[in-house]
């Protein structure tokens, strides 16, 4: 994610501009789209064959009406169940429009204002400098305010057994690279500090129930949960895959309850048809007021710039973030949207309001840009871009990104070399501490390798095969954390420390762990 400069002012100058896109969208017969019509079926089709992508759900709301509510392709591979609108993914990171728009109404409400400081709903909140825990608002928690790298901590808080206090109270721990309310940094765990905030403003209302309350009920959208917690045991539910690592294969369920405001939700297309239909209609569902049309306003407004430059690839110019949902021009429209990424399962939504145009797009392959180059694919048909194949022009990128050397195999490499250890086995085990992550337990697996056990990671284990020097290849018990380089400090022939780090997907810097 591009780094950007965060402007002041910027809020007003953006919401004069966002008046329009508040128009209700027109109760009309939507006029046949031909890319729809003709092209859509056969479109996706190749593109799960292309792609390795299992399943695909995609609905398209046009002027009020739903054009487009189906599934493609099955739920688990070798199985015949298909997907259909019915069908429940794991809607990640879409889930923040949803906190977003808890904030905005508590904020309509005077119950709170978006500029208060944090520390007035959560006593003792901190960030690593004392001048950023003074001035830190509701509003910076949901703008990635924090001068943090993008998924900074969330190796900590991913699939972990923290808290929602464990993880707001370890964001004082998380030392910024760059500078508060300058550089931007996509921070899940602002949103979960944000969700928190509801509970101490509304007398005790969970995030979960506030949401449950005013959004999702009056949408109707009953087949919506809040938490990940028993997805797999849903009966009409897609299973998630990867082939980051090798063939297309099966990947654990993430948990993210702990974290759910910034990604914890499930949902299907049959639902987010009618969160589109809400958007584009103001924040009116079937001609019924849901929220007032300045809630949604909130959301849209311009926090964070994060980039005022021209795409190569695409008719853009600007992005910019509010409270969960980004914006950009496209076109010469409006476009808001977000994408979502758990373990085996990607998402988007978008909505644009001057054309009464929403998509919504769930997958079950977390490896594959298949689901945004549908989305800009249909933008394309509706808006009167010249025809680009933009799935073709996507994997052309990506088949090209794959012929680099592969990493892991690099690090295959240096294990079948079998060097032999500096120092014992043994003298590499023993227990480790991270000030932020915690403590992690290293001891033998066999005579050859080494098994690292992660106490706040309930299931999470990582095998260590020497390499050479003090580098081992780390392979995580499960594939989404990845296969990386995990190296020892050692200091007068003894160990002192080990660095680890996961995929980037996860987090992209490494952390030293010191022997206790």
Not at 329 to 348: I, L, M
Request: aromatic share 10%.
């Amino acid at each position: 994610m591009p780094t950007s400069i965060l402007k002041s002012g910027l809020t007003l100058v953006l919401g004069g501009l966002l008046l329009g896109a508040g128009r209700p969208a027109a109760a009309q017969t939507a006029p046949a789209n031909r890319f729809l019509t003709d092209s859509l079926d056969a479109y996706v089709q190749r593109g799960l064959k292309q792609w390795e992508l299992p399943g695909l759900a995609i609905v398209v709301v046009k002027n009020g009406q739903v054009v487009v509510s189906k599934g493609y392709g099955v739920r688990a591979v070798g199985k015949p169940e298909p997907v259909d609108a019915n069908t429940l993914f794991m809607i990640a990171s879409n889930t923040k429009l949803f906190t977003g728009m808890a904030l905005a109404k508590l904020d309509e409400d005077k119950k709170i204002s978006l500029d208060d400081r944090v520390n007035q709903y959560l006593p003792g909140y901190q960030l690593y400098d004392s001048a950023s825990s003074r001035l830190v608002t509701v509003r910076d928690l949901m703008g990635h305010h924090f001068g943090f790298k993008t998924f900074q901590g969330d190796f900590t808080f991913f699939n972990s057994n923290l808290s929602r206090e464990d993880i707001i109270y370890r964001m004082r721990l998380m030392k910024p690279g760059g500078q508060f309310r300058r550089e931007y940094g996509y921070c899940n765990s602002g949103f979960v500090a944000a969700g928190q905030v509801i509970p101490a403003a509304t007398g005790g209302t969970s995030w979960e129930e506030y949401v449950r309350q005013n959004i999702l009920r009056p949408l109707g959208m009953t087949s919506t949960s809040m938490n990940s917690a028993g997805f797999e045991q849903q009966p009409n539910h897609a299973l998630a895959y990867s082939n980051t690592f090798g063939p297309l294969a099966p990947v654990p369920f993430d948990n993210w309850d702990n974290m759910g405001p910034c990604g914890s939700m499930i949902s299907n297309v049959t639902d987010l048809g009618k969160w589109l239909q809400f958007q584009l209609d103001s924040g009116r569902y079937q001609g019924q007021r849901v929220l007032p049309w300045s809630v949604l306003r909130k959301t849209r407004d311009a926090n964070t710039l994060l980039s005022t430059r021209r795409s190569t690839v695409r008719p853009t110019h600007f992005t910019t973030y509010g409270l969960g949902v980004l914006s950009t021009d496209y076109s010469g429209r409006q476009v808001f949207w977000h994408t979502g990424g758990a373990s085996g399962q990607v998402s988007n939504v978008c909505f644009v309001p001057e054309e009464g145009l929403g998509i919504a797009i769930l997958t079950n392959n977390d490896n594959q840009s298949f689901f945004e180059a549908l989305r800009y694919q249909i933008l394309d048909s509706y808006l009167g871009v010249p025809y680009v194949n933009r799935s073709g022009q996507s994997l052309k990128a990506a088949r090209a990104a794959r012929l680099v050397d592969n990493p892991t195999k690099k690090l295959d490499a240096r294990v079948s070399r079998k060097a032999k250890l500096p120092l014992k086995l043994n003298d590499y085990t023993g227990n480790f501490e991270n000030a932020l992550f915690g403590s992690i337990i290293i001891a033998p697996k066999n005579k050859q390798q080494l098994l690292v056990r992660f106490p706040t990671h309930p299931g999470l284990t990582a095998t260590l095969d020497y390499m050479d020097g003090q580098e081992f290849r780390c392979t995580y018990s499960n594939l989404v954390f990845g296969v990386q380089p995990a190296v020892f400090k050692v200091e007068g022939g003894k160990v002192t420390g080990v660095q680890l780090q996961a995929n980037d997907y996860v987090e992209e810097d490494p952390y030293l762990f010191s022997k206790r």
